[in-house]
T-cell receptor, first 111, second 114 residues
Framework: GQQLNQSPQSMFIQEGEDVSMNCTSS?????WLWYKQDPGEGPVLLIA?????ELTSNGRLTAQFGITRKDSFLNISASIPSDVGIYFC???????????FGTGTRLQVFP | SQTIHQWPATLVQPVGSPLSLECTVE??????LYWYRQAAGRGLQLLFY??????ISSEVPQNLSASRPQDRQFILSSKKLLLSDSGFYLC?????????????FGPGTRLTVL
């Protein structure tokens, strides 16, 4: 099925560094969601975005709904070991009632 | 508050055996329900979604089926498992109100077909 382009595929960073990942779509979206998945568990919602240009924070996490409606990014500031996991973006375009998921960004944080 | 449960948590089944995975949601009524499969190291593939009892849409042709015998219960089944059915199966729910698309996931079931 259709998937979003999510990058990078993986990141290996040192504790305390900032992280940035993004998703792009070929079609206009009216919803962007960011999830985190720990090994062997279901994805947990981090941030939901519903308006173009919207910038939302959740603790050290910040996500933005791109002005073009075709992209979104997630930033994590001052990373800590518990940030390790796979981060997924998800979105819905106007012509469908289903979410489309990105391929995920695997984050590793080294002390 | 709403909670979503899946069981079993893990399952090892031989090829050709039947399958039944269960998902239940508590704390809400008339939810939309979804079944996803996640292959190792991969993204989420939507298998089925349901907007009501006996209203189920299939996204991918396969030997799996889904049923919704009660409003907050969603079941994934197979009559004969294939090796390719191995994976991590996730159930999710969302509010019926289409103004919000947020889906909330269960803990998942790890299925290994040998």
């Amino acid at each position: 099925g259709q998937q979003l382009n999510q990058s990078p595929q993986s990141m290996f960073i040192q504790e305390g560094e900032d992280v940035s990942m993004n998703c792009t779509s070929s079609s206009i979206f009216n919803t962007w969601l960011w999830y985190k998945q720990d090994p062997g568990e279901g994805p947990v919602l981090l941030i939901a975005l519903y308006k173009a240009g919207e910038l939302t924070s959740n603790g050290r996490l910040t996500a933005q709904f791109g002005i073009t409606r075709k992209d979104s990014f997630l930033n994590i500031s001052a990373s800590i070991p518990s940030d390790v996991g796979i981060y997924f973006c998800a979105g819905r375009s106007y012509n469908t009632d289903k979410l489309i998921f990105g391929t995920g960004t695997r984050l590793q944080v080294f002390p | 508050s709403q909670t979503i449960h899946q069981w079993p948590a893990t399952l090892v089944q031989p090829v050709g055996s039947p399958l039944s995975l269960e998902c239940t949601v508590e704390g809400t009524s008339n939810p939309n329900l979804y079944w996803y499969r996640q292959a190792a190291g991969r993204g989420l593939q939507l298998l089925f979604y349901s907007i009501g009892i006996d209203q189920i849409s299939s996204e991918v042709p396969q030997n799996l089926s889904a049923s919704r015998p009660q409003d907050r219960q969603f079941i994934l089944s197979s009559k004969k498992l294939l090796l390719s059915d191995s994976g991590f199966y996730l159930c999710a729910w969302s509010w019926r109100d289409t103004s919000t698309d947020t889906q909330y996931f269960g803990p998942g079931t790890r299925l290994t077909v040998l």
